[in-house]
């Protein structure tokens, strides 16, 4: 067995392009420990360092037959590394931003869900109030309320003077208010 240690960078390149085992073996004895290093001294991380190492040697073999080392192995292996460290940073700081979106919603959550909430039992006590209006004041509300209806078009559909629809909307709004209190009917309508 011939002995890869004394292989030139070039040569090792050169049969790890052709698929050899031991000069990717040899390479990777000859580098792993700088690059770990290099790697921890970026990322104060060993197991990230770690990973890092493992995932550049095994891209390394998956695409040692595209191969393109002019001279040395180790400026491009170096490189390869930083291009690593540069995408984790990328994918950390994506995450970072995706959980303190997250965080942000649920801090906001609560809060909204609770308006809703809170919007949802005061348009209920409304709905309630405004059904128990005598009959004929709660009729005039609604079509008031619910529909795109002046004082005027409300008095003939229902064949009232104007200024019974007029009355009756006043003393609607005076009976819902004393119901309801000021700030909350305002906040409804």
């Known amino acids: 067995m011939t002995a890869y240690s004394a292989y030139t960078e070039p040569e090792l390149a050169g049969l790890l392009k052709q698929g050899d085992k031991d000069a990717f073996t040899e390479i990777f004895t000859r580098y792993q420990s700088l690059l770990y290093i290099f790697a921890y001294k970026k990322t104060a991380d ?15 073999w998956e695409k040692r037959e595209s191969l393109s080392v002019a001279g040395n192995l180790a400026p491009y292996l170096f490189t390869l590394l930083k291009n690593k460290i540069f995408d984790l940073y990328k994918h950390k700081k994506v995450s970072q931003r995706y959980l303190d979106t997250f965080q942000d919603y649920l801090d906001v959550e609560p809060e909204a869900a609770d308006y809703r909430v809170r919007h949802k039992d005061l348009a209920e006590l409304i709905e309630k109030e405004i059904a128990a209006l005598p009959e ?7 079509l008031s309320r619910n529909t795109d209806m002046s004082r005027k078009e409300i008095a003939e559909r229902l064949g009232l003077p104007e200024e019974t629809v007029k009355s ?22």
């Not at 060993?46 to 390394?60: C, Y």
């Not at 909307?169 to 305002?186: A, V």
């Open 46 to 60: 060993r197991e990230e360092a770690k990973d890092l190492i493992h995932d550049l040697f095994g891209m390394l």
């Open 136 to 142: 004929k004041m709660r009729i005039v509300f609604e």
């Open 168 to 189: 009756r909307m006043h003393h609607s709004l005076k009976i819902l208010k004393g119901k309801l209190g000021t700030k909350s009917f305002l906040i409804f309508f």
